[in-house]
């Protein structure tokens, strides 16, 4: 009996992590290549002691600017684990998620190439514990990443016309 209840404990204790994983593998490619700068930035920062993992989106957005470019927008959360920063290849049975640390609420945008995350624009990244953000920074987040898409002047350049007192 006993060794029954430790199963479902422990079976119950590695759901959300597996199921967090398994929304991680369910994003786009596009998506998920903007988890994982977020996550490496926020790795490299000297106070963040716990290893973080993906969470779940809140919202995803993307423009297609055409010539096989992009601009993505991705509001999601990271959830620290029991694991120590740096863990490479955490499992899911050493690396729970923790229940006493807020979730870092992330807003990242990029742009993208062929699907691959472009360095100009440089990649936008803000992450920031959930009861830290305000309303005020969470609207800075989107417009920066709204002027952001508009920089390119790749959609723009082909609404312009030939003046007809130039011929």
């Given at each position: ?21 398994e929304a991680y593998s369910k994003l786009p490619d596009k998506y998920r290549k903007g988890v994982d700068l977020a996550l490496q930035q926020l790795n490299s920062h ?27 927008y991705h509001n999601f959360y990271l959830k620290a684990t029991t694991c120590a920063r ?82």
């Amino acid at each position: 009996m006993a060794a029954l209840l430790l199963l479902l404990f422990s079976a119950g204790v590695l759901l959300p992590s597996i199921e967090a994983q398994e929304a991680y593998s369910k994003l786009p490619d596009k998506y998920r290549k903007g988890v994982d700068l977020a996550l490496q930035q926020l790795n490299s920062h000297f106070g963040v002691q716990h290893h973080f993992l993906f969470f779940k989106s809140l919202l995803k957005s993307d423009i297609e600017s055409g010539f096989n470019v992009e601009y993505i927008y991705h509001n999601f959360y990271l959830k620290a684990t029991t694991c120590a920063r740096g863990t490479v290849n955490p499992s899911h049975q050493r690396c729970q998620f923790r229940n006493d640390r807020p979730l870092m609420d992330c807003g990242i945008c990029y742009k993208t190439f062929a699907g691959e995350i472009e360095k100009d624009p440089k990649p936008y990244v803000h992450c920031l514990h959930k009861p830290k953000l305000t309303k005020a920074m969470s609207t800075t987040r989107q417009e920066h990443c709204r002027k952001m898409s508009y920089t390119s002047g790749a959609p723009t350049l082909l609404s312009i016309t030939k003046n007809e007192t130039d011929e």
